[in-house]
């Protein structure tokens, strides 16, 4: 049987949003954020992730409506500019703000953290956000737009769950119907095992993505996952805060192929 292809997508780190304390102008967001798209897309990524990775220090669990807003608008300009498919994912655990993107700006799927089982991160204690973000895609007619959900996420202790398996959180996420799920390392940068993904693949009998750590050395570990989710790897000196360079996305491009032979 033929290998299937494992998707790239390239994670657009939309310069801060109104709201955030390094904001700047919607303007400059939005030509960064096309600028850094056309670079995956010429170095052949698959699709895009958009990603308010640059409002830091995150709110928890939600964002305010300017935020919502102002990546809605980017999120449009992305979406009527470059026709592939693309997503978002509002930081931290903001899964509700973000389904309101898609739905605003027509996307095809959203990224989410805390979708089942409570985590602390960063920004405090995670609940489960499963049963209202369901609840609300079908109320707004929205089951177009796929769920990827991460689990056993990164930047995140996992002890209050530490009696849980990766496989019984991939099944519980299956069975609250994520349309997908994705597996990381520890912090943003960092591979994941590749015996996890593996456990992952063989837990559930929906897509697996990796979500963190992929470069073109590694890639080989990941080429069974059904899409690896690239942003630090592609930007300029792997730092996730330059631009995205589409030479370093097309050494990403190339050794999918290569992993594939």
Known sequence: MEKKATS???VVHVPALPGAADYGSMQDIIKRSLKDAESYLKGGADALLLENMHDVPYLRGYVESETVAAMSAVAYAVRQKFRVETGVQLLAGANLEA???????DLDFIRVEGFVFAHVGDEGLHQASAPSLIRKRAALAAKNIKIYADIKKKHSSHAITSDLSLTETAHAAEFFQADGIIVTGLRTGAAPPAEAVQEAIAAVNIPVLIGS??????????SNADAVIVGSYAKYNGNWREAVDPERVKELSGSIRAALK
Request: hydrophobic share 60%; aromatic share 4%.
């Open 8 to 10: 790239l997508i390239g």
């Open 99 to 105: 389904l309101a993107v898609a739905v605003a700006a």
């Open 213 to 222: 750590g992929v470069t073109p050395q590694n890639m080989d570990l990941y």
